[in-house]
């Protein structure tokens, strides 16, 4: 249930940037928020504690973030999920934000696991291929799959393609023992 409440909160201030133009600075300041945040895990326990008040919650985080050049709108976002005990939700509003993000800029994030690291022109194949399929501009992570014999496993979204040589020589055995 907690995902849903992530989604519309990544959802209202995405609609907020849209609205002002800015929602790739929001981006930018949700990122190094985060990054503080895991950081330094003192602020961390304190913002996570229920033991604290909510208030002196607030408190610490805005004396935290002040002056570091972080959009007002933002601030107040994070104060509001301080407020309503939602910091734990965090992680999870900012993937979902810059999935909002990526879906706003025509944009898809695919992940290839390959034995090794794929080279570049071999990325930008795959990339023009996806991207032609998909109709939407691709960005492409590269990940180490020692177990592959070879081939490639392709992740969009919540679609598998799978073309290891492993999933080749399973579904070959299948056919063999068919017949």
């Known amino acids: 249930m907690s995902w849903i409440a992530a989604r519309r909160y990544a959802k209202a201030l995405m609609d907020l940037g849209v609205d002002k133009g800015a929602y790739q600075q929001y ?8 990054t503080t945040v895991e950081k330094a895990p003192l602020l961390k326990a304190a913002l996570l504690n229920r033991a604290f008040s909510n208030r002196a919650k607030r408190d610490l985080m805005l004396k935290v973030f002040a002056g570091e050049g972080f959009s007002e709108v933002v601030i107040n976002f994070i ?7 939602r910091m734990h939700q965090l992680p999870q509003i900012i993937k979902h934000y810059g999935e909002l993000v990526d879906g706003f800029e025509g944009r898809v994030r695919a992940t290839v696991y390959s034995v090794y690291p794929l080279e570049g022109a071999e990325v930008d194949k795959l990339k023009t291929a996806l991207d032609g399929a998909l109709q939407k ?26 073309g290891s040589v492993r999933s080749q020589l399973r579904r070959l055995s299948e056919t063999l023992r068919k017949e």
Do not use: F
Not at 27 to 34: E, F, N, S, T
Not at 138 to 149: A, G, K, P, W, Y
């Open 137 to 162: 501009k691709s960005v492409l992570e590269n990940h180490i799959d020692q177990t592959l014999i070879g081939g490639i496993v392709l992740k969009v979204n919540n679609l598998l393609i799978d």
């Open 79 to 85: 104060s509001l999920l301080v407020e309503r005990d």
């Open 27 to 34: 981006a930018a300041d949700l990122g190094k928020i985060q």
